[in-house]
Every structure is written in structure tokens, then in C-alpha cells.
């Protein structure tokens, strides 16, 4: 199995910071792509950034400028480093890895649980 525990969520004032973390464990033979998805109510699911396992990154037009993400590979972990938050910026925070778990199998997208992040005054 693969699991991926996201962590760093939480309430922040409009222009404050956050960081998530996402940690993947589990029978992982090679990652790909991780990135960081995220959902507001009556929203569907966007991509808010990712990156390559070549450190290429790309980021949804919304939070160039104020999020960075980054990975580690020896730990399995990608980062988002979030600035200049904003009320618009609250949602469901998911982190997605597209890995493999053996040199059998083909890469799969796997998600992790999702963590609330709410920005107000």
C-alpha cells in the first residue's frame, strides 16, 4: 500500500503564511510528478502546483508570485510554501503523487486525505 499524509493546514488571516507538507510512505518504488490540488465548496478539484522529479514546477495562473513548491526526495515529501494569502485561497488542500510501486507496475495517481486550509479575519 501507499499512503500520503498531508500536514500544515489550518486558519490564517488574509496575508499571512502556511506551509504544507505532504509525506509519502509505503511500497514506492519511484516517484514521478507531485503536486498540490485544491477544492472549494461548490468548486471542482484544480491543480494549484506541481513539480517533476527534475524540479520543473508550474503553478495555476491564481498563486504565481505567492505559493513554492518543493520536494525531497530522500524523504519522499513535497512542500507548499504558501504567501500573501488570501480569502480566495481557502479550500481543501490534496496532495497527488504519480508513482510506481514496483518496476512491474505502470505510474498510478495517488491522493492524500485532504487538509483544510482557511483564510479570514
Known amino acids: 500500500q501507499v499512503q500520503l499524509v498531508e500536514s500544515g493546514g489550518g486558519l490564517v488571516q488574509p496575508g499571512g503564511s502556511l506551509t504544507l507538507s505532504c509525506a509519502a510512505s509505503?511500497?514506492?518504488?519511484?516517484?514521478?510528478?507531485m503536486g498540490w490540488y485544491r477544492q472549494a465548496p461548490g468548486k471542482q478539484r484544480e491543480l494549484v502546483a506541481r513539480?517533476?522529479?527534475?524540479?520543473?514546477?508550474n503553478y495555476a495562473d491564481s498563486v504565481k508570485g505567492r505559493f513554492t513548491i518543493s520536494r525531497d526526495d530522500a524523504k519522499n515529501t513535497v512542500y507548499l510554501q504558501m504567501n500573501s494569502l488570501e480569502p480566495e485561497d481557502t479550500a481543501v488542500y490534496y496532495c497527488?503523487?504519480?508513482?510506481?510501486?514496483?518496476?512491474?507496475?505502470?505510474?498510478?495517481?495517488?491522493w492524500g486525505q485532504g487538509t483544510q486550509v482557511t483564510v479570514s479575519s
Open positions: 497527488n503523487a504519480n508513482l510506481r510501486r514496483s518496476f512491474r507496475y505502470t505510474f498510478d495517481d495517488y
Open positions: 509505503g511500497n514506492i518504488f519511484s516517484i514521478s510528478a
Open positions: 513539480i517533476t522529479n527534475g524540479g520543473i514546477t
